[in-house]
């Protein structure tokens, strides 16, 4: 399948979150393109990812995902995360139809 949109999503997440593990699962069977940004992975440094999520969406949640034009999503469900791949040309998938 050609992809219309082969710029990266960025994913934020935890390792310990299984929310954002399903996450991660439903772009690898889709064969999405992402960057994964833990959030705990700088904590040694006192730095974190966490600070660019709550930038952006002002609060702190995983899984975040963030698109290409800057639009982003906090805690999508399946269905939700699937109609957005779509419309931001990921998969193919008409807005609303069951995975």
């Known amino acids: 399948?050609?992809?219309?949109?082969?710029?990266?999503?960025?994913?934020?997440?935890?390792?310990?979150?299984?929310?954002?593990?399903?996450?991660?699962?439903l772009l690898h069977r889709h064969d999405v393109p992402y960057v994964p940004k833990l959030m705990e992975a700088h904590a040694r440094e006192g730095k974190t990812h966490a600070g660019e999520?709550?930038?952006?969406?002002?609060r702190i949640a995983g899984p975040t995902i963030v698109f290409p034009d800057g639009s982003w999503l906090q805690e999508p469900e399946d269905d939700e995360l699937l109609d957005r791949l779509g419309e931001h040309g990921f998969i193919e998938r008409e807005a609303g139809v069951p995975a």
């Open 1 to 25: 399948m050609t992809r219309a949109n082969e710029t990266p999503l960025t994913l934020y997440g935890w390792l310990w979150c299984p929310h954002c593990h399903e996450a991660a699962l």
């Open 53 to 58: 999520v709550y930038r952006l969406a002002g």
